[in-house]
């Protein structure tokens, strides 16, 4: 049976929900996070504050520098997530099968609507109407926008979504699929963050075409995730739709070029994936009651530490601080390490209130 997996991304949701309950921020740079007089982050963006560069996760003083004249306001995170329960609840009338990865953004599998086309193509091209009517729906019946992205597999849909943006909607038929993926930067691809792409880009893996093309191993670029990576640069990934709704972790880890015991190299290392972690957290309205740190050191041992917590942990600050303690606690530093890493499991609802800070 052809697969049909949809990604439904809400454009500038926090930022777009304000424009549309206040008409006087509409057509303007409007930014939802702390003010920039004060320590605090960009939870969302305008399409119009992008403009100047702003963006999500961006210490609040950096956007107003960028955007002097951009428009703060606080986040309404019971109006954002009232919001996406309504969303979820126009795309629960097309499947069920359905993967909520944050508040405002889900993949669907429609895989069983299609089940009498024998041709991937034909089974792709049939659901386009579906991706336009739930556009339709959103914004005739929530006034906001969605760009969707249709392919046979989780990937190439994510691609799809962020193609167009905003107001998008991508189709990526299956013989296309190589072509598509051709041009773009290797960082396009899921799980290749910075410290991966650089390693590619050392080796001469520029673009997606790049690793398409390559005929050798690429373990001794980027290791295990060689394969996976080869996989995802065809435009394959096998990952179901998971519709379990409980998040059981979030992690991050750093492979570094060449092994090091460097302090500020390790203390940057930690802010990044404490940043990052705190930023999903956010996203997923979580607090985390465990914090662990993982070490890898270049013989390949690996070594994890973690710790409980009596509150839930939410702000990259507390878990770079806890992370460091960790470190020092257990004397993990005492080689050189290949990779370092940072998770928080134990997940909560936040027993209180709070913007995320940045470190």
């Known amino acids: 049976m052809p697969r049909v997996i949809f990604h439904v991304d809400m454009d500038a949701f926090y930022a777009s929900v304000e424009q549309r309950d206040h008409p006087e921020y509409r057509g303007k740079p409007l930014i939802v996070g702390s003010p920039p007089t004060q320590r605090g982050v960009v939870c ?170 390559a005929s050798g191993d690429l373990s001794g670029v980027v290791g295990s995730f060689a394969e996976s990576l080869k996989a995802r640069a065809m435009g394959d990934d096998e990952r179901p739709v998971d519709t379990s709704d409980e998040r059981k972790s979030i992690s991050a880890e750093n492979t570094f070029l060449e092994d090091t015991d460097d302090r500020p190299t390790l203390r940057e290392a930690l802010k990044e994936l404490a940043t990052d972690v705190a930023h999903s957290l956010a996203k997923h309205e979580m607090g985390a009651l465990t914090v662990q740190v993982k070490v890898r050191y270049s013989d390949f041992t690996t070594l994890t530490r973690q710790l409980r917590l009596e509150d839930p942990v939410v702000s990259a600050r507390e878990i770079y601080r806890l992370a460091q303690f960790l470190l020092a606690r257990d004397h993990l530093v005492k080689s050189p390490l290949r990779l370092i890493g940072i998770g928080v499991s134990t997940l909560v609802p936040p027993t209180r209130h709070q913007l995320w800070l940045p470190i």
């Open 44 to 213: 969302a963006a305008s399409y119009e504050a992008r403009k100047f560069k702003v963006r999500s996760a961006m210490p609040s003083r950096t956007a107003g520098k960028l955007c002097p004249h951009g428009i703060f306001v606080r986040p309404r995170m019971d109006v954002y997530r009232a919001e996406s329960g309504a969303i979820m609840e126009i795309l629960r009338g097309v499947t069920s099968v359905i993967e909520k990865v944050s508040v405002d953004e889900a993949y669907l599998d429609l895989s069983a609507l299609f089940q009498d086309h024998t041709d991937p193509d034909t089974a792709l091209e049939a659901a386009v109407p579906v991706a336009q009517e739930i556009k339709r729906r959103i914004a005739h019946e929530r006034s906001l926008t969605a760009s969707i992205g249709v392919a046979s597999n989780k990937f190439l849909a994510k691609l799809g979504s962020d193609f167009q943006k905003p107001d998008g909607l991508t189709l990526i038929r299956e013989r296309e699929k190589v072509a598509f993926l051709k041009p773009l930067s290797v960082r396009s691809i899921h799980g290749v963050g910075p410290v991966t792409a650089e390693a590619l880009e050392t080796h001469g893996f520029k673009v997606i075409g790049d690793l398409q093309a």
